[in-house]
């Protein structure tokens, strides 16, 4: 038996969105997408669970993980978990490396974090690719991912369904070891550094539209890559980053979704910069951050009118 769309501790924060829903479309600008019941229920139901992951993201973020979630045994590598892990021991190199492999491999439904496990942890046959080594070896990664790919393929099973056409060759130029690589002239001699000359006398917000507009240089990593990336730093504590806007331009689901949303049709020509005005309204009136509001958004447009929990 499926559950229900809203559990009993969520209701108090559905009944929320309900009224200020209501209040935007009946006093700043219609919603056509939700005018139906079921899809403004199914609706709100996407965005109470984005709220859901985002509150269990903060409970790992305040948790003291068991050193084996950095993979030993392999079965236990987690690598948000590890990332926290690593912030407790004070390796803040370690913490953003293992949120870059988490967004680059992905989470498989089925499979789980088995692909970037089994990557990070070199298929348990020697030292890992920790940040320290893949930073002054990135040669020695790729030809690593060239000898390896069909034995990493078959144990860890494909990328993540954000990430379903990336490729675990070492030496193209679409490839793993070309993101990687990439990444690691992107971050430059430390995290710290990087993120401290990024984020410098700015808020929260600008610090994330700064670093945002920086990643156009890390290769294979595109608007949603660099959106999840950047709002798992700051959800984990790691780096105090908050979305400032949805990043509609070069989007596909999060920019059907909202053209649903306002036009009450995915075929609308309204332009992304104009529903991006639209939707910082929103979700300033409901009160929620853009990830939950692009997260719901995007699962939303799926199915609008029958929710659908979706795990990646």
Not at 116 to 142: C, K
Not at 230 to 245: A, Q, R, S
Not at 264 to 271: E, I, L, M, P, R
Request: hydrophobic content about 40%; charged content about 25%.
């Amino acid at each position: 038996m499926p559950r229900p769309a809203v559990s009993p501790r969520d209701r108090v924060l559905a009944h929320r969105l309900r009224e200020s829903l209501d209040d935007y479309a009946a006093t700043v600008r219609p919603l056509p997408g939700i005018a139906s019941s079921a899809t403004k229920d199914t609706f709100i139901a996407q965005l109470v669970d984005s709220d859901r992951r985002r509150r269990f993201t903060l409970h790992v973020a305040t948790s003291d993980p068991h050193p084996k979630v950095l993979g030993e045994p392999l079965s236990a590598f987690d690598p948000h978990y590890a990332a926290v892990r690593c912030v407790r021991d004070g390796d803040f190199d370690e913490a953003c490396w293992l949120v870059f492999l988490a967004t680059h491999f992905g989470f498989h439904r089925h499979n789980r974090w088995a692909l970037s496990g089994n990557f990070y942890r070199r298929l348990d046959a020697g030292q890992p690719w920790t940040w320290e080594t893949v930073s002054a070896q990135p040669a020695a990664l790729r030809a690593w991912l060239d000898s390896n790919r069909t034995a990493l393929r078959s144990a860890g099973g494909p990328f993540g369904n954000h990430r379903k056409y990336e490729s675990l060759a070492g030496n193209t130029q679409t490839g793993t070891g070309e993101a990687i690589e990439s990444y690691v002239e992107w971050v430059g001699s430390s995290h710290r550094a990087h993120f401290d000359d990024l984020c410098a006398a700015r808020s929260a917000q600008k610090s994330f539209a700064a670093a945002y507009a920086s990643m156009a240089d890390v290769a294979r990593f595109g608007r949603t890559a660099r959106f999840d990336y950047l709002t798992m730093l700051g959800k984990l504590g790691i780096v105090d980053l908050l979305p400032d806007k949805l990043y509609l331009q070069g989007s596909t689901g999060p920019l059907n979704a909202a053209r649903l949303l306002v036009s009450g049709s995915t075929g609308a020509k309204t332009s992304a910069a104009e529903l991006e005005d639209y939707l910082y309204d929103l979700g300033d009136h409901l009160g929620v951050t853009f990830d939950i509001l692009e997260d719901g958004l995007c699962n939303w447009q799926k199915s609008p009118s029958r929710f659908i929990s979706f795990r990646g």
